[in-house]
């Protein structure tokens, strides 16, 4: 595997249900971020995670609530998610914190019924 | 008012066309400007960087920063097919707090037809 990766590509939750989206990244960085996508909106930085410490949390609800236990690997645990919550959640890697080059995944689909 | 302000278009071209593709944005601390390039499906990935006022060209690609308009432009020279995608300006303060916060703009739908 290269790149940035994540799993699942697709997924459909009830608002009751609890999921967890994963990414992966293979290129050596020590930033990660989650960016949430909907359609006719400019992406959403939604946290940022520098060597493993969070250092943003952009007013992001408690129900999204993210993981980073290494600089490879970033989690995103959803709990009584909403229909508004809908979108493709992106993750993204670069090599700091910094305004360096962020490298994206394919992003995770999300539809909340 | 938006931070960055982009047109979502649909932009419809012909091969070999030149497209302009525009943002404005409020932030004059903004220093870094981007162009990301996303293709149906997948992530966006980066075409072009500038950092400040000027131009930079790449191949068939030119982006322009134009700081004290807060205007910042990318051309696509004889365009193909191929460059069928959304494309997102992204921009950046250079340090402080928003250290790694990029700003993205709505992002334009192109469409170039044979």
């Known amino acids: 595997e290269t790149g940035v990766t994540q799993t699942p590509r697709h997924l459909v939750m009830g608002m009751t249900n609890k999921k967890s989206l994963k990414c992966e990244q293979h290129?050596?960085?020590?930033?990660m971020y989650w960016y949430k996508q909907s359609a006719k909106k400019p992406l959403e930085l939604m946290f940022v995670y520098n060597f493993k410490e969070q250092t943003e949390n952009n007013s992001v609800p408690s129900r999204f609530s993210p993981e980073c236990p290494n600089s490879s690997h970033l989690f995103l645990h959803l709990h009584t998610l909403q229909p508004e919550d809908s979108a493709l959640y992106l993750c993204?890697?670069?090599?700091?914190?910094?305004?360096?080059?962020?490298?994206f995944g394919p992003g995770t689909r999300l539809l909340v019924l | 008012q938006k931070e960055v302000e982009q047109d979502p278009g649909p932009l419809s071209v012909p091969e070999g066309a030149i497209v302009s593709l525009n943002c404005t944005y409020s932030?004059?601390?903004?220093?870094?400007f981007m162009w990301y390039r996303q293709y149906s499906r997948k992530g966006p990935e980066l075409l072009m960087y500038t950092y400040s006022s000027g131009n930079k060209e790449d191949g068939r690609f030119t982006a322009q920063v134009d700081k004290s308009s807060k205007y910042i432009s990318l051309f696509i020279r004889d365009s193909q097919p191929s460059d069928s995608a959304t494309y997102l300006c992204?921009?950046?303060?250079?340090?402080?707090?928003?250290?790694?916060?990029?700003?993205f703009g709505q992002g334009t739908i192109l469409t170039v037809h044979p």
């Open positions: 290129l050596g960085h020590n930033a």
């Open positions: 992204a921009m950046n303060e250079a340090g402080g707090t928003s250290y790694g916060k990029l700003t």
């Open positions: 993204a890697s670069s090599q700091g914190g910094g305004w360096e080059t962020q490298y």
């Open positions: 932030n004059s601390a903004f220093q870094y």
